[in-house]
């Protein structure tokens, strides 16, 4: 006779826990080496290294630098993934920061990763999978951090990407297509939440490239002969800004665009300026209205001056869908753990940052639990783990007993909320409509 849940669920605990040391040695050397996305190719070694000194297969280069690892149970009921993002945020001012591409862990990705290693150490030692009546399938996905939007879109012109996320990447590539649920978490603030928190809302949003081509000319004796491509896109600007009192309150919009080519020299009259930008909201139609105004605002600071205004728009995140079953699950587990009292259900306040598990969560049920072991601030060069018993351990504890949860006998509980569960949208009308790709 197997193991009762109980007992699985104790036994995964103690294997972390002798594993703490080993835990919190990844994750500080994931840390200690940032990298961004797309280009996290020291990051999937290390985790790759791991997955070989435990004994797990794996098949890597998925989306360029994603590694996924299947651990099959002794039936197949239901696949389960648990995801880990391997990418950094360019603060070239943090304390962890490359000092050569200015990467800094100042997101916690690295703590998703050492809670995946041990979700995997877990998995392995504790034999969880011959107790199990489906698969857990890691996922070290890449470039969550919607980031370096003129260097991933030439990786999509060539044809390297079709998306510009990496878990986008991995449903165009079919990686989603044979899994049922998927899991995750997020490292969230100390000071601002509990301990573990099963879920919580965020924005979605889509990207914009901007390039206004002006004319050069000599910037002193002749800027007269120029058309200064920097004053299309300070006009153009200056007319996103007066959009914003157009914006409902509700809607949570946020617009905030970066020029990341101002010119070439001071005494050329700037002739080729570009820019990124998002445009956040809270629901698909009120960030596809606002992106029709923050276009034709661009737009309006090239005809101004006679640049030529190219916007190349980019299939950003969806927002994210709650699964209050999952994040029940999350809770529940965080309860058994550590009490009522550092554990909720759902965070509060509505989240205005993005993730690209959104995506994820409009196709199949998912979840993105947060435990509460950062201070500072997100993508700040405040930004520390202040608690990586929190970030590192517990996080691995707990999605590795809602794993547990869902594929014992007879993966009933996982079987439940697939069926309970109703797509937004299909894998093809997500192709389609929102990444513009015909299949």
């Not at 950003?316 to 999952?326: C, Q, W």
């Amino acid at each position: 006779m197997g193991r009762t849940k109980e007992e699985l669920k104790q036994a995964a605990c103690a294997a972390i826990d002798r594993n703490r040391e080993r835990i919190f040695q990844i994750g500080d050397a994931i840390a200690a080496e940032p990298e961004m996305g797309y280009k996290e190719f020291k990051t999937a070694g290390k985790f790759k290294a791991f997955l070989e000194q435990l004994g797990i297969d794996y098949r890597d280069q998925v989306a360029v630098t994603g590694v996924v690892a299947d651990c099959p149970g002794r039936k197949s009921e239901l696949r389960v993934a648990v995801m880990g993002e391997l990418d950094a945020v360019l603060v070239p001012r943090h304390p962890g920061a490359d000092p050569q591409t200015g990467a800094a862990h100042a997101c916690g990705h690295n703590a998703m990763m050492a809670a995946l290693c041990g979700v995997a150490i877990a998995l392995k030692e504790a034999d969880l999978m011959a107790d199990l009546d489906g698969d857990v399938v890691l996922m070290a996905v890449p470039a969550e951090e919607f980031a370096e939007l003129e260097y991933r879109n030439g990786l999509r012109e060539k044809g390297i990407i079709h998306f510009l996320g990496g878990k986008q990447e991995f449903i165009c590539r079919g990686e989603f297509d044979n899994i049922d649920i998927a899991v995750m978490q997020h490292t969230s603030m100390a000071a601002n939440s509990k301990r573990v928190c099963g879920g919580s809302s965020c924005n979605g949003f889509v990207g914009r490239l901007i390039q206004y081509l002006g004319r050069e000319s000599h910037a002193g004796a002749a800027p007269h002969e120029g058309i200064n491509a920097l004053n299309a896109a300070m006009l153009g600007l200056m007319a996103v800004h007066a959009q914003r009192e157009t914006f409902r309150d509700q809607d949570s919009i946020r617009v905030h665009p970066i020029i990341t080519k101002g010119g070439d020299l001071v005494n050329v009259v700037p002739a080729d300026v570009r820019l990124e930008t998002y445009v956040r909201g809270s629901n698909t139609p009120a960030i596809l209205d606002a992106a029709v105004k923050v276009d034709r605002a661009f737009r309006s600071g090239g005809d101004a001056v006679g640049a030529q205004t190219i916007l190349t728009p980019l299939p950003g995140y969806l927002p994210a869908v709650l699964n209050e079953p999952l994040m029940k699950l999350v809770y529940e587990n965080g309860v058994a753990l550590y009490g009522e009292d550092q554990c909720e259900l759902i965070g509060a306040g509505f989240g205005g940052g993005s993730t690209d598990q959104g995506d994820v969560s409009h196709l199949i049920p998912s979840a993105q639990a947060f435990f509460a072991g950062a201070s500072g601030g997100f993508h700040t060069e405040d930004f520390c783990l202040c608690d990586k018993e929190t970030a590192y351990i517990a996080a691995a504890k707990v999605m590795t007993m809602v794993c547990i949860d869902l594929l014992y006998d007879g993966a009933a509980v996982g079987k439940q909320i697939k069926a309970d569960f109703t797509p937004v949208m299909t894998k093809e009308e997500y192709l389609r409509d929102w990444g513009g790709i015909e299949i």
